[in-house]
T-cell receptor
Framework: GAVVSQHPSRVICKSGTSVKIECRSLDFQATTMFWYRQFPKQSLMLMATSNEGSKATYEQGVEKDKFLINHASLTLSTLTVTSAHPEDSSFYIC?????????????FGDGTRLSIL | AQSVAQPEDQVNVAEGNPLTVKCTYSVSGNPYLFWYVQYPNRGLQFLLKYITGDNLVKGSYGFEAEFNKSQTSFHLKKPSALVSDSALYFCAVRGQSNDYKLSFGAGTTVTVRA
């Protein structure tokens, strides 16, 4: 149980393109989803927290107009990197939690490797 | 504020030997503690968690972790390591509040040699 599907797994595109990444909870309702960015051999950097039906909460230093997050249903959140540039190249990972029960872990997708040329 | 320290960037062990990955934490109040493993180009896989109760927590793939409140530690252990345990391991903590945000350690790369 607790499977999170993230799509696509890899994207290569030209500078200026907008890229949408989907994160789905397959067998549970995700009241809260998180978006992370991970640089090579580094830990995860939290970008934003999204709750179903409300605006995402962005961490300090993350541009909300650059990284658009939508959490329209209890099983789907999307991250759109708008007008991507080479410095946006990274590994993006989503996670989800059902929020029910004590100490529920976050369950992670397999990540999206974004490469901007 | 909450934080996690993983003091070792790398841990190298021989297959069949015990494996320990260290983690200490800082959080207001009682913690929820987690261990995750990450294989190359993959997301994080949940291994185990501590919420309350027994200090020794057993998880997936033969891993266990011991919660030590006085030392604010949550070290991950496996009695007999496998080559397939070679991966990047993350310890994470959050306080017992409605905020589900986790703080992750920097990660420890485990290499198990045959």
């Amino acid at each position: 149980g607790a499977v999170v599907s993230q799509h696509p797994s890899r994207v290569i595109c030209k500078s200026g393109t907008s890229v949408k990444i989907e994160c789905r909870s397959l067998d549970f309702q995700a009241t809260t989803m998180f978006w992370y960015r991970q640089f090579p051999k580094q830990s995860l950097m939290l970008m934003a927290t999204s709750n179903e039906g409300s605006k995402a909460t962005y961490e300090q230093g993350v541009e909300k107009d650059k990284f658009l997050i939508n959490h329209a249903s209890l099983t789907l959140s999307t991250l759109t990197v708008t007008s991507a540039h080479p410095e946006d190249s990274s590994f993006y990972i989503c996670s989800a939690t059902g929020g029910q029960g004590e100490g529920q872990p976050q369950h992670f997708g397999d990540g999206t490797r974004l490469s901007i040329l | 504020a909450q934080s996690v320290a993983q003091p070792e960037d790398q841990v190298n062990v021989a297959e069949g030997n015990p494996l320990t990955v260290k983690c200490t934490y800082s959080v207001s109040g009682n913690p929820y503690l987690f261990w995750y493993v990450q294989y190359p180009n993959r997301g994080l896989q949940f291994l185990l968690k501590y919420i309350t109760g027994d200090n020794l927590v057993k998880g997936s793939y033969g891993f266990e972790a011991e919660f030590n409140k006085s030392q604010t530690s949550f070290h991950l252990k496996k009695p007999s390591a496998l080559v397939s345990d070679s991966a990047l391991y993350f310890c994470a903590v959050r306080g017992q509040s409605n905020d589900y945000k986790l703080s992750f350690g920097a990660g420890t790369t485990v290499t198990v040699r045959a």
